[in-house]
Nanobody, 121 residues
Protein backbone atom coordinates (compact mmCIF):
# COMPACT_ATOMS: atom_id res chain seq x y z
CA UNK A 1 0.00 0.00 0.00
CA UNK A 2 1.39 3.34 -1.06
CA UNK A 3 1.38 5.95 1.67
CA UNK A 4 2.75 9.47 1.97
CA UNK A 5 2.71 11.24 5.35
CA UNK A 6 3.64 14.90 5.65
CA UNK A 7 4.74 16.77 8.75
CA UNK A 8 6.36 20.04 9.70
CA UNK A 9 3.77 22.65 8.83
CA UNK A 10 2.82 25.45 11.16
CA UNK A 11 2.57 29.18 11.72
CA UNK A 12 5.57 31.38 10.99
CA UNK A 13 6.17 35.08 10.53
CA UNK A 14 7.11 36.50 7.16
CA UNK A 15 10.81 36.06 6.55
CA UNK A 16 10.96 32.92 8.64
CA UNK A 17 11.67 29.33 7.72
CA UNK A 18 10.00 25.94 7.92
CA UNK A 19 11.01 22.46 6.83
CA UNK A 20 8.38 20.04 5.65
CA UNK A 21 8.98 16.30 5.71
CA UNK A 22 7.28 13.48 3.83
CA UNK A 23 7.66 9.82 4.74
CA UNK A 24 6.95 7.46 1.87
CA UNK A 25 6.15 3.77 1.99
CA UNK A 26 5.04 1.14 -0.48
CA UNK A 27 6.99 2.54 -3.43
CA UNK A 28 10.46 2.02 -4.94
CA UNK A 29 11.46 5.32 -3.42
CA UNK A 30 14.95 5.73 -4.81
CA UNK A 31 13.68 5.69 -8.41
CA UNK A 32 10.44 7.57 -7.80
CA UNK A 33 9.92 11.21 -8.65
CA UNK A 34 8.73 13.03 -5.55
CA UNK A 35 7.04 16.39 -5.50
CA UNK A 36 5.58 19.05 -3.27
CA UNK A 37 2.39 20.85 -4.24
CA UNK A 38 0.32 23.47 -2.47
CA UNK A 39 -3.26 24.55 -2.56
CA UNK A 40 -5.15 27.59 -1.37
CA UNK A 41 -8.94 27.26 -0.88
CA UNK A 42 -10.73 28.07 -4.11
CA UNK A 43 -7.61 27.66 -6.22
CA UNK A 44 -6.06 24.79 -8.11
CA UNK A 45 -3.30 22.74 -6.59
CA UNK A 46 0.04 23.96 -7.92
CA UNK A 47 3.46 22.40 -8.21
CA UNK A 48 6.04 23.84 -5.83
CA UNK A 49 9.03 21.57 -6.41
CA UNK A 50 9.75 18.19 -7.92
CA UNK A 51 12.76 15.93 -7.67
CA UNK A 52 13.35 12.80 -9.75
CA UNK A 53 15.13 9.74 -8.42
CA UNK A 54 18.09 10.70 -10.54
CA UNK A 55 18.52 14.22 -11.83
CA UNK A 56 18.03 17.80 -10.86
CA UNK A 57 15.04 19.28 -9.08
CA UNK A 58 12.67 21.79 -10.62
CA UNK A 59 10.89 24.64 -8.88
CA UNK A 60 8.00 26.96 -9.44
CA UNK A 61 9.20 30.44 -10.34
CA UNK A 62 7.54 31.83 -7.23
CA UNK A 63 9.75 29.78 -4.89
CA UNK A 64 13.03 29.58 -6.80
CA UNK A 65 15.87 30.74 -4.62
CA UNK A 66 13.83 30.41 -1.43
CA UNK A 67 12.74 26.77 -1.29
CA UNK A 68 14.90 23.65 -1.59
CA UNK A 69 13.67 20.11 -2.14
CA UNK A 70 15.86 17.25 -1.00
CA UNK A 71 15.55 13.55 -0.41
CA UNK A 72 17.08 10.86 1.78
CA UNK A 73 16.70 7.64 -0.18
CA UNK A 74 17.77 5.20 2.57
CA UNK A 75 15.10 6.72 4.84
CA UNK A 76 12.42 7.07 2.14
CA UNK A 77 12.07 10.74 3.04
CA UNK A 78 11.64 13.88 0.99
CA UNK A 79 11.95 17.37 2.44
CA UNK A 80 11.04 20.90 1.52
CA UNK A 81 13.14 23.59 3.17
CA UNK A 82 11.29 26.88 2.94
CA UNK A 83 13.18 30.09 3.66
CA UNK A 84 12.24 33.75 3.38
CA UNK A 85 8.60 32.81 3.66
CA UNK A 86 5.97 35.23 2.44
CA UNK A 87 2.28 35.53 3.31
CA UNK A 88 1.46 34.35 -0.21
CA UNK A 89 3.15 31.02 0.61
CA UNK A 90 0.26 30.28 2.96
CA UNK A 91 -1.40 27.08 1.77
CA UNK A 92 -1.86 23.41 2.45
CA UNK A 93 1.24 21.60 1.22
CA UNK A 94 0.98 18.10 -0.19
CA UNK A 95 3.58 15.46 -0.89
CA UNK A 96 3.12 13.68 -4.21
CA UNK A 97 4.32 10.82 -6.31
CA UNK A 98 3.00 9.23 -9.49
CA UNK A 99 2.42 5.52 -9.88
CA UNK A 100 1.57 3.26 -12.82
CA UNK A 101 -1.30 0.81 -12.53
CA UNK A 102 0.12 -2.73 -12.83
CA UNK A 103 -0.64 -4.38 -16.13
CA UNK A 104 -2.45 -1.32 -17.47
CA UNK A 105 0.25 1.30 -17.34
CA UNK A 106 -2.00 4.28 -16.78
CA UNK A 107 -0.64 6.77 -14.31
CA UNK A 108 -2.27 8.07 -11.16
CA UNK A 109 -1.27 10.55 -8.47
CA UNK A 110 -0.70 9.59 -4.86
CA UNK A 111 -1.14 12.35 -2.29
CA UNK A 112 -0.42 12.75 1.36
CA UNK A 113 -2.98 14.20 3.75
CA UNK A 114 -1.45 17.67 3.54
CA UNK A 115 0.08 19.98 6.11
CA UNK A 116 -0.96 23.58 6.70
CA UNK A 117 1.60 26.35 6.35
CA UNK A 118 0.54 29.79 7.48
CA UNK A 119 2.78 32.82 7.06
CA UNK A 120 1.76 35.93 8.96
CA UNK A 121 2.69 39.41 7.81
Amino acid sequence: QVQLVESGGGLVQAGGSLRLSCAASGIPFSISTMGWYRQVPGQERELVARMPGIGSPTYADSVTGRFTISRDNPKNMVYLQMNSLKPEDTAVYYCNTVRARPGVGTLYDVWGQGTQVTVSS
